[in-house]
């Protein structure tokens, strides 16, 4: 089973290839996703890599979380689930529409 893996603090010039290549020292990477601004497509400066496994996964975070890549401390650890977002907030200002 795949484990997913936040990777933050990226320098905006680092691409996905880069992530691929460090990761790889850690074990299989099943993919990798760095995160763009949808309007600009400039990187946000965070990524979310898969590894294969929980064990490359804890051995990534161990030996890259603190390291650095394009002069950048990289944030290296589990991933947390995504929030639910729908909780109301894209109704939340209809409601307090006046017409």
Known sequence: MEVKIYVGNLSYTTTEDDL?????????????????????GASKGFAFIEMNTQAEAQKAIS????????????????????EDRSNGSSNRNQSNRRY
């Open 20 to 40: 691929r290549t460090l990761f790889a020292k850690a074990g299989g990477v099943a993919s990798v996703a760095l995160i763009k601004d949808r309007d600009t």
């Open 63 to 82: 030996m890259l979380n603190g390291s650095n890549l394009n002069d950048r401390e990289l944030k290296v650890n589990l991933a947390r689930p995504r």
